[in-house]
């Protein structure tokens, strides 16, 4: 079955860079038409969208955000990573990444998610 | 970014029919999702293109709209609905709206 899981620093400092792993199973990124993006959501608050790389390697990035963002995928295809430079408090959120299965962005719902990873950033 | 409306709460009785909207601020033809998270989860999708009953998914769940204007309908509300619902449109760079709370009297 397909499962997807987050990690990341749990805390860090403001103007630091933040790194974020997805490792996922159930299916290979090297597969046509499979995406996984990065969604965060500060507590209490809606969801975010930030990032997407797709089977093919393109890379897709929230406008409001594609300075500091970067995201990449390994080799094996069973990894994705989320960096963000230059945090600040208001990147405080929950991180999730999840899975869609489609080339086309006009197709990006997400059907399968990780549990999260939350990450406070605090001096 | 196309910004999506939702009311922030409702409040429903067990049994009845709840309609959930969502207002999308330019069209997104039929490229609207829906999605059920409870405290502490992640969000679970339960509609994709505004229609399709995703996968294991009851089918007291429903959806419909196109254009600007979308509604998820549950019918009939059960004790385990209790959640908050999200829309997100992918015509454009995907994004939520603010979320609608459920709760059961």
């Known amino acids: 079955q397909v499962t997807l899981k987050e990690s990341g620093p749990g805390m860090l400092q403001p103007s630091k860079t933040l790194s974020l792993t997805c490792s996922f199973s159930?299916?290979?990124?090297?597969?046509?038409?499979?995406?996984v993006s990065w969604i965060r959501q500060p507590s209490g608050k809606s969801l975010e969208w930030l990032a997407a790389?797709?089977?093919?390697?393109?890379?897709y990035y929230n406008p409001s955000l594609k300075s500091r963002l970067t995201v990449s995928k390994d080799t094996s295809n069973t990894q994705v990573f989320l960096k963000i430079t230059s945090v600040d408090i208001a990147d405080t959120a929950t991180y999730y990444c999840?899975?869609?299965?489609?080339?086309?962005?006009?197709?990006?719902?997400?059907?399968?998610w990780g549990p999260g990873t939350m990450v406070t950033v605090s001096s | 970014d196309t910004v999506l409306t939702q009311s922030p709460a409702l409040a429903v009785s067990p049994g009845e029919r709840v309609s959930i909207s969502c207002r999308a601020s330019?069209?997104?033809?039929?490229?609207m999702h829906w999605y059920q998270q409870k405290p502490g989860q992640q969000p679970k999708l339960l509609i994709y293109?505004?229609?399709n009953l995703a996968s294991g998914v009851p089918a007291r769940f429903s959806g419909s709209g196109s254009g600007t204007d979308f509604t998820l309908t549950i019918d009939p509300v059960e004790a385990d609905d209790t959640a908050t619902y999200f829309c997100?449109?992918?015509?454009?760079?995907?994004?939520f709206g603010g979320g609608t709370k459920l709760e059961l009297k």
């Open positions: 999840a899975r869609s299965h489609s080339s086309y962005p006009l197709y990006w719902y997400f059907d399968f």
């Open positions: 159930g299916f290979s990124l090297s597969t046509s038409g499979m995406v």
């Open positions: 790389i797709d089977w093919d390697g393109d890379k």
């Open positions: 330019e069209g997104v033809n039929s490229y």
């Open positions: 293109k505004a229609s």
């Open positions: 997100q449109q992918s015509w454009n760079d995907p994004t």
